[in-house]
Nanobody, 126 residues
Framework: QVQLVESGGGLVQAGGSLRLSCTAS????????MGWFRQAPGKEREFVIG????????YYGDSVKGRFIISRDNAKNTVYLQMNSLKPEDTAVYYC???????????????????WGQGTQVTVSS
């Protein structure tokens, strides 16, 4: 079992930036892809951004294109989410997720992922 631990959330003003980190407890060979999801109160969990560990292929949700960047550090078993030009509507709990299998899958669907972090709160004030 892989454990994922997020960090880096907090309160920021609109237009500001934050960087979230997600560290996996085991070597990244156990994980094919990582994703970030978010969930605001009263809303469904939403795909934000994703990356494949080996090839580094990236996938973006429409609402964050041009503002958010995902990267990974294989040596540290860590994925980063750089969030720029933050908006109040980005306020949510952000979850890191990992998928084990490389088989065909819909990267934007939460139930395609096997491992989840505990979540970290991001609040953007107007």
């Amino acid at each position: 079992q892989v454990q994922l631990v997020e960090s880096g959330g907090g309160l920021v003003q609109a237009g500001g930036s934050l960087r979230l980190s997600c560290t996996a407890s085991r070597r990244t060979g156990s994980i094919y892809a990582m994703g970030w999801f978010r969930q605001a109160p009263g809303k469904e969990r939403e795909f934000v951004i994703g990356i494949t560990w080996s090839a580094g292929g990236t996938y973006y949700g429409d609402s964050v294109k041009g503002r958010f960047i995902i990267s990974r550090d294989n040596a540290k078993n860590t994925v980063y989410l750089q969030m720029n030009s933050l908006k109040p509507e980005d306020t949510a709990v952000y979850y890191c997720a990992g998928r084990h299998s490389s088989g065909g899958y819909d990267y934007a669907r939460a139930n395609e992922y096997d491992y989840w972090g505990q979540g970290t709160q991001v609040t953007v004030s107007s």
